[in-house]
Structures are given as structure tokens and as C-alpha cells.
């Protein structure tokens, strides 16, 4: 029993697929050595402005999923939130098998809290979510852009070249460097990425053995909050050229859903929240979920978003 496994190469995303051997070696009662992994550097690894102006999302899958159709691999692992909400032809989302908390981390060495920065103080981040949440929330700051790897961005902030970033909580936890967050970001002010801490297990449709081999792996609360967020984003086109939040959460038999829509600026915000109960055919409830909320803050922004932005809008 034996799979070869495709990873991206930064710490993060190795740890994350060391994670999923573990878990395939405990399943199949084999060594983690059945599971090599192969590194790739995708598209995304190698530019260097924003992700939005190259493409958006499928630039950190594109190598992956090359070698998932060209046999090199059979199967590989993601950050959810990197996934396209239309998989390629060929290839399908074979299970959710972890999710860390959702939630961001705020890191700064001289405030505990975004409300804590100084008037004028630089919030460094490539993603339009947060800059548009932190401009949404403190119009008064500035946001200037800055990528790299999890360890980069800390150091840009130890070396005050910004006064402070966001980090996901579940990368700083899965590299042990959760003690670096001033603080957590709360959800219901500010919501997460889509799928935000869950991790995508890829591969080919149709490949039998290995869809077997991952289908144990899946966590069934995963797969149903990531399935309604996914669902949101993809009613919106989601893309990286559009600052989309969501985050789904079940308790006591429902799921409850936060989504919200931002303009780049952070001048208007577009919110839906719902609870639903979970009945027999819950995937399809919080498929459904996420569909129909975004589809109505399609119809209630979208006007005024393509007057701001053009092409750049849904």
C-alpha cells in the first residue's frame, strides 16, 4: 500500500503533507516511507507582486495538478484556500482530512490588536481580503504589500519594515510558531478565507485504488463547512482579484454561515449570516447554503462593485 504524494516545497506545505502521510501510514497500518512526497515550485512560488494582477487561484496548483494527470504523483496536497473552486478536467477534491482553527492571527510588536495600531501605522499583506477588511475597519492605515514564505513575513515584522501582518492561525500552529500572534483575529469581525486551515487531498478522477486509499481520511464536518464556503465563493466567482470571506461552523446539528463581500478600499461590505439545520442529505444543504447567499449579495452589490471595478468585479 503506497501512494507518491505532491507538496509544494515551502516549510508550511511540507508540513502540512508530512501530516497526511502520518495519517495514511496510521490508516493502512503501513510505515510513512510508503508515502514519499515530491516537491514542486508552482506558478505561485515564483511571482513576486500580487497574486491578483498573475491570475489568482490555480497558481499554486497548476504544477501539482500537471503531475497528478501526467502519473508523476497520485495525489496532492493543499491549503484549501489555494484551490480553484472549479477543479480541472480530470482531477477531483478526494477528501478533507484536517482542518486547524480557521481564524487569523494578528502579529505585531507593538499592539495587541489592529484597534491598537497607531494612526498612519503600515499593515503589510498580499491578500485583498485583509486589506480590505483592515481598510474597512481602520480607513486610516495603510496597507502595502508583502508576501514570502510564513518565516519571511515574521521577520519583516521583527525588523519593523511593517508595523504588522496577518498570518493564518492553523500555518503558525502546524509550525509551531503560534506564539508569534498578538492576538486572534475574531471571526464574526473579521471572517476567514474560504476553507481557510483545512488541507485538500487532490487526484485523478477515476484512479480507484487511490480514492480508497483517501477516502478514510475525511473528516465529515470538514468536508460539509468547506463545501458550503467553497460554494460561496464559487456563486461569486471567487478569484484572488475579489476580497471574499466565509466561515462555516456546525454545532448542536446546525451549521451556521458568515459571508461577507468587500470592495478593495474597504468602503462598502456586503454581509449574509444563516443558520440551517442539518437534515438527512447535509452536503447538499451546505452546498445549497453557501450557493444561495452568495448569489444574493451578487444581486444586491454587484451593480455597484462592476461600477467601481470593472472586469476586476465578479
Request: charged share 25%; net charge neutral.
Amino acid at each position: 500500500m503506497s501512494l507518491k504524494l505532491g507538496s509544494r516545497g515551502s516549510p508550511l506545505a511540507l508540513a502540512q503533507s508530512r501530516l497526511v502521510a502520518a495519517m495514511l501510514a496510521k490508516h493502512s497500518g503501513t510505515d510513512a516511507d510508503a508515502f514519499p512526497i515530491q516537491t514542486f515550485m508552482t506558478s505561485g512560488d515564483k511571482i513576486q507582486g500580487r497574486l491578483q494582477e498573475q491570475g489568482g487561484k490555480g497558481l499554486f496548483t497548476k504544477e501539482l495538478d500537471e503531475a497528478l494527470l501526467d502519473g508523476r504523483i497520485d495525489a496532492a496536497i493543499h491549503s484549501m484556500k489555494d484551490l480553484p473552486t472549479r477543479m480541472p478536467p480530470g482531477i477531483v477534491l478526494a477528501c478533507v482530512p484536517s482542518r486547524e482553527d480557521p481564524r487569523d492571527g494578528f502579529i505585531a510588536l507593538k499592539a495587541k490588536t489592529l484597534r491598537d495600531l497607531p494612526a498612519g501605522a503600515t499593515v503589510g499583506t498580499a491578500s485583498l481580503r485583509r486589506q480590505a477588511q483592515t481598510l474597512h475597519a481602520r480607513p486610516d492605515l495603510k496597507v502595502e504589500l508583502l508576501r514570502g514564505r510564513v518565516e519571511t513575513r515574521l521577520a519583516k515584522i521583527e525588523s519593523g519594515t511593517f508595523d504588522a501582518t496577518y498570518l493564518a492561525l492553523a500555518g503558525l500552529r502546524r509550525l509551531g510558531l503560534e506564539k508569534h500572534a498578538a492576538s486572534i483575529v475574531d471571526a464574526q469581525a473579521m471572517p476567514p478565507a474560504p476553507g481557510q486551515g483545512a488541507l485538500a487531498i487532490t487526484a485523478r478522477a477515476g484512479d480507484e485504488k487511490t480514492l480508497a486509499l483517501l477516502e478514510p481520511l475525511n473528516i465529515a464536518e470538514h468536508v460539509l463547512t468547506t463545501k458550503a464556503e467553497r460554494a460561496f465563493l464559487q456563486a461569486l466567482d471567487g478569484s484572488c482579484r475579489t476580497p471574499i470571506a466565509a466561515l462555516a461552523e456546525i454545532a448542536d446539528g446546525r451549521l451556521n454561515f458568515l459571508g461577507e463581500v468587500l470592495t478593495p478600499d474597504g468602503k462598502h461590505c456586503w454581509r449574509r449570516r444563516e443558520s440551517i439545520a442539518l437534515g438527512n442529505d447535509a452536503q447538499e444543504s451546505a452546498r445549497a447554503l453557501g450557493a444561495r447567499l452568495g448569489a444574493e449579495i451578487v444581486a444586491e452589490a454587484g451593480p455597484l462593485y462592476r461600477a467601481h471595478f470593472g472586469d476586476n468585479g465578479w
